[in-house]
């Protein structure tokens, strides 16, 4: 049962474009969402995070938008740069539990 | 990643062997998290831990598998009579506090383990 999906294994993007990522929940429970970047071979570093009492959190190039009745989550980067180029996991959590349920990634590939 | 050490990066053992994989958070973080990460899947969470106490361990394999966060010295997360599908990325995180009241998880650079 995958509470949390980022239905798209990959992007590419061109450098200086937006990149858009996104990700589907289903849980109804979830207040808390946030998103992680991953290098190969390194742990996930956090991104952004976003209450669900909130519907848009900005910092710098990186914008997360909370669409609570589509149960939707989007992250935008702009302008991508190639240094973006690595996976990145949306993560949510709900009030009544401290754990993270992460979808399975999205391949950000940023080239010149 | 803000300081979790974990080790050993890499392990080898063989069907059967135990493997110990050992995390150390962030001075002043009480809170620890061990998840999983198979190939070419998400991280899945596993167990929960604050000082000498599991909160959740509801990830956790039902056997071979334990965790603990004594009150000195770094988290462990055991695994007994390793089997092949146990082969996977082992990340520890930690916190100062709860996710709920907007605390950030930092997550160490994983523990690679791989079963022959």
């Known amino acids: 049962d995958q509470q949390v999906k980022q239905n798209s294994p990959s992007l590419s993007v061109q450098e200086g474009r937006i990149s858009i990522l996104n990700c589907d929940y289903t849980?109804?429970?979830?207040?808390?969402f946030l998103w992680y970047k991953k290098y190969p071979a390194e742990g996930p570093t956090f991104l952004i995070s976003?209450?669900?009492?909130?519907d848009k959190n900005e910092d710098g190039r990186f914008t997360v938008f909370l669409n609570k009745s589509a149960k939707h989550l989007s992250l935008h980067i702009v302008p991508s740069q190639p240094g973006d180029s690595a996976v990145y996991f949306c993560?949510?959590?709900?009030?009544?539990?401290?754990?993270?349920?992460f979808g399975t990634g999205t391949r950000l590939q940023v080239f010149p | 990643n803000a300081g979790v050490m974990q080790n050993p990066r890499h392990l080898v053992r063989r069907r059967g062997q135990e493997a110990r994989l050992r995390c150390s958070p962030v001075?002043?973080?009480?809170?620890v998290y061990w998840y999983r990460q198979l190939p070419e899947e998400g991280l899945k969470f596993m167990v929960y831990?604050?000082?000498?106490?599991?909160?959740?361990e509801s990830g956790m394999p039902k056997e071979r598998f334990s965790a603990e966060f004594p009150k000195e010295g770094p988290s462990i997360l055991r695994i007994q009579q390793v089997v092949r599908g146990d082969s996977a990325a082992y990340f520890c995180?930690?916190?100062?506090?709860?996710?709920?009241?907007?605390?950030?998880?930092?997550f160490g650079e994983g523990s690679w383990l791989t079963v022959v």
């Open positions: 995180a930690s916190s100062p506090g709860t996710i709920q009241a907007g605390n950030t998880i930092y």
């Open positions: 849980n109804s429970m979830f207040d808390y």
């Open positions: 976003i209450s669900s009492i909130k």
């Open positions: 993560a949510a959590s709900s009030y009544n539990t401290d754990k993270l349920i």
């Open positions: 001075k002043g973080h009480s809170h």
């Open positions: 831990l604050q000082k000498e106490n599991i909160i959740d």
